[in-house]
């Protein structure tokens, strides 16, 4: 169990290599054999539980502010663009008529 582990970490530890030298997989890497080896005999004895996750993704719409676009990645562009473009377009009358 304990090479599988470190195979199976190895293959994720590779395709993160670039990776910023801060992130999280270099220091599990650097300290491999120790929670490795007691995620496996805690396993084994039935007391496991796991490393809290970064959950916080099914909980944005609820906390963070709609006008909050970079959340959604590289389409985030494209939605902030088209709520631009509907404010221009809705607010058209108003500030011409206001000059």
Partial sequence: MLEIGRKLFAKMHRRKRHANHNHEIHFMAREINQWLLEGIQ???SGSYTPRP???LKPTFPQVINKNCYHIFGPSGVKLA????????QD????VFNTC
């Fill in 81 to 88: 663009t088209q709520r631009i473009r509907q404010i221009l």
């Fill in 53 to 55: 996750l970064k959950q």
């Fill in 91 to 94: 607010n058209k009358a108003t």
């Fill in 42 to 44: 805690s396993l084994l």
